[in-house]
């Protein structure tokens, strides 16, 4: 081979492989169909009731609706207590009038603090009275 040939070959084939990158990642020709796009993230469960958790002890109803009526408007406001001491457990629900108005407040006062404590809020799950309980076996090991 001679050397101006050598040469051409060597200029020309960094230029070859940008041709080639461009070329490889190129939007598809107009009869090939685009990749699928990726899945949409999971959306919050459809639920205006929110589980609020982190509660002071001295925090009752008309303090929780309070600080939650901003948001839109509360239906229900419930406040867990214990039975023998009637001490609050730290923790209620909130009910609103639709969703959109629930993940306002769940996005607004989730890590706020409350009387002191900050507040851990998340969509209520549904109620479970007399289901099966489903508890997981571990191998036994001999």
């Not at 002890?57 to 239906?75: C, H, I, K, N, Q």
């Not at 923790?91 to 607004?108: P, R, T």
């Amino acid at each position: 081979m001679a050397l101006p040939e050598l040469l051409s070959r060597l200029r020309l084939a960094p230029l070859r492989h940008h041709l080639r990158r461009s070329l490889s990642t190129a939007a598809p020709p107009p009869d090939e169909h685009p990749p699928p796009h990726p899945p949409a993230p999971p959306q919050p469960p459809s639920n205006p009731k929110l589980f609020v958790a982190g509660l002071s002890w001295s925090a009752d109803e008309r303090s929780l609706m309070d600080a939650f009526s901003s948001f839109g408007t509360v239906t229900e406001v419930r406040i867990m207590y214990e039975k023998n001491s009637g001490r609050s457990r730290g923790f209620g629900f909130v009910q609103f009038s639709n969703d959109y108005e629930a993940k306002c407040a769940k996005d607004a006062m989730d890590g706020k603090v409350m009387l002191g404590r900050p507040l851990r809020i998340s969509f209520a799950l549904g109620k479970v009275r007399g289901g099966p309980v489903i508890v997981p076996r571990l191998p036994t090991m001999k």
